[in-house]
């Protein structure tokens, strides 16, 4: 059964970077769509940015121009690539994958910037 984990979160002052990864443990990412959702307490879970099999992107409007989502197929992992965070951007982040008509979620990531 594919798995996912991520890695690369952690402590960071309002203003600097990150960077999230996420490896399967199947080689099934070049044929499903991966992504970021992330969830704040007391707020809902929210899609923060994906990366389809072609290479196409999406990203909320809250993190575009500071996030940048990519993939490296032939090491089966996708990072997420976080600049300029912000206090609001501090949350629990969530990858996934889409392949086959499933979706596999890994076990989270803390992600906390201080002001």
């Known amino acids: 059964q594919v798995q996912l984990v991520e890695s690369g979160g952690g402590l960071v002052q309002a203003g600097g970077s990150l960077r999230l990864s996420c490896a399967t443990s199947g080689s099934i990412l070049s044929v499903g769509t991966m992504g970021w959702h992330r969830q704040a307490p007391g707020n809902k879970r929210e899609l923060v940015a994906f990366?389809?099999?072609?290479?196409?992107?999406y990203y909320a409007d809250s993190v575009k121009g500071r996030f940048t989502i990519s993939r490296d197929n032939a090491k089966n992992t996708v990072y997420l690539q976080m600049n300029s965070l912000k206090v609001e951007d501090t949350a629990e982040y969530y990858c996934?994958?889409?392949?086959?008509?499933?979706?596999?979620w890994g076990q989270g990531t803390q992600v906390t910037v201080s002001s």
């Open positions: 996934y994958l889409f392949a086959y008509g499933s979706t596999i």
């Open positions: 990366i389809s099999s072609s290479g196409g992107t």
